[in-house]
């Protein structure tokens, strides 16, 4: 009895600590799935439209199921709309972009980063700046910049404006400031110039935020409808945001073959995401893009 007792006032002070914790997961659990429901239910919304018979869409009650499953929107909408022609173009337009940035931003973050030189603190005050321009100040300018250049209605007219990315600068600026200067003044002793240095030895200490910057830009350059929708007129150079715009209108109330094609736009950037996660999850850790 007397070697019970002793143990008993050790327990409640070991564990007392963890049971005033034990809330807490299931409090971020009950959150996480929460925040996850937010973001399912109107995909699985529109999976489940898209599935029904245009009949079944406007029919109250509303119900998940329809009278029957079938796949004629996405049948309709492929035979009848322009969706690969704007798959192409969205996808031409967003890897350009992406590698265009990739390219400009990194180069620019290494100058900052790594060379000294005048109006250099100028020239990166500039660069923050344009992060508190919003883009939409700047729709005026740009395409009538691109229609003197001869560059409305064009691809090129879709992919330079989208090129300049401060936040991009910014991420990997950050991750060059983490490598390690022994590395850059042990090349330069080898003879190595300052380009050999930036593409064969910073890049590709770089990949998580290559990786992080790659990704984001693509799926913002996919998503864009504002641009694209300016700077085009002609429906072969619609991108999806503005092709879906387009067939909403043209459609009118057609809801499954909108379903349909809001599936059909958004798959690609699913699947992008589903592959590579564990990048996206890296490249936000290590760059510092959670903020």
Known sequence: MSTLGARRPRSILVEGP??????????????????????????????????????????????????????DAYRVAIENGSILQWYFNSLITATAITIGTIITASMAAFAFSRMRFRGRDLMQWMVLAGLIVPFQALIVPLFTEMKSFGLADTYWGIILPQLASPIAVLVFKRAFDALPRELEESALVDGASMWRIYWLIWMPLSRATIAAVGIFTFVIAWNNFLWPFVVTSAGSLFTIPVGLATVQTSYGALYAQQMALAVLGALPLLVAFLLFQRQIVQGIANTGLKG
């Open 18 to 71: 963890h049971a005033h914790r034990a809330w807490v997961r299931p409090l971020l659990y009950a959150v996480l799935v929460a925040l996850a429901l937010i973001w399912v239910v109107p995909l699985a919304w529109a999976v489940a439209t898209s599935l029904k018979p245009d009949a079944d869409t406007t029919i109250a009650p509303v119900s998940w199921r329809g009278s029957e499953t079938t796949l």
